[in-house]
């Protein structure tokens, strides 16, 4: 602790921002850990509507202060982007479209 009162190194924002020692954590964005989380839960034997759900979980443990309601939307608006893709594929037998 400093003479005036100040802990050292805090990680307390001031006037200009937050403080420069940031958790790893806080470096990973939302999306990332959403498509993380449900990955993980689909390798490991879940169906598709549980990984949902652990998405949406891992996503409110990150943002405990807002809905369940608005966490499921943010979560089926980040996964659609993937389900269209598999979509395509699945429609192409795997091939990108325009492929030859």
Known sequence: MQQDGR????????ACGPGKA????????D????????????????????????????????HPGISVYTAERIVSAVMRPVREDEE??????GRII???
Not at 22 to 29: C, D, F, H, K, P
Not at 37 to 61: D, F, I, K, Q, S
Not at 88 to 93: A, C, F, L, V
């Open 22 to 29: 940031w958790r790893t954590e806080a470096l990973v964005s």
């Open 98 to 100: 325009g492929d030859v």
């Open 88 to 93: 395509r594929r699945r429609m192409t037998d």
């Open 31 to 62: 999306e990332d850990v959403v498509r993380a989380t449900h990955e993980t839960a689909l390798a490991n034997g879940a169906c598709a509507p549980r990984a949902w759900r652990a998405a949406v979980g891992a996503y409110l443990e990150r």
């Open 7 to 14: 802990r050292s190194g805090s990680t307390r924002g001031g």
